[in-house]
Nanobody, 119 residues
């Protein structure tokens, strides 16, 4: 059974930091590109970070570049999102995603974790 379980969300003041974790099971984690998305009510889910299978390559949109860092530990089947300098506009539900595309696409999602940035 495929599972992605996020943790680490919560309430933080503007300028604060949080680290999200996503632990995977039920599939070959090290073969999957891992991503973090976020979503606010009424808006589409947006990509905030991507990491390659080995962790050697990462990518971020301009909105979070320099503030968010994605990393992974393939031995622990876990991907992380370190967030610093948080802003109220970072408030969202954050989702972990596992993506595999070798002709057949496999796409797995976690249940999401709420991040609220407010004073």
């Amino acid at each position: 059974q495929v599972q992605l379980v996020e943790s680490g969300g919560g309430l933080v003041q503007p300028g604060g930091s949080l680290r999200l974790s996503c632990t995977a099971s039920g599939f070959s984690f090290s073969d999957y590109v891992m991503k973090w998305y976020r979503q606010t009510p009424g808006k589409e889910r947006g990509l905030v970070a991507t990491i390659s299978t080995t962790g050697g390559s990462t990518n971020y949109p301009d909105s979070v570049k320099g503030r968010f860092t994605i990393s992974r530990d393939n031995a622990k089947n876990t991907v992380y999102l370190q967030m610093i300098g948080l802003k109220p506009e970072d408030t969202a539900v954050y989702y972990c995603n596992a993506f595999w595309n070798r002709g057949i696409v496999r796409n797995y999602w976690g249940q999401g974790t709420q991040v609220t940035v407010a004073s």
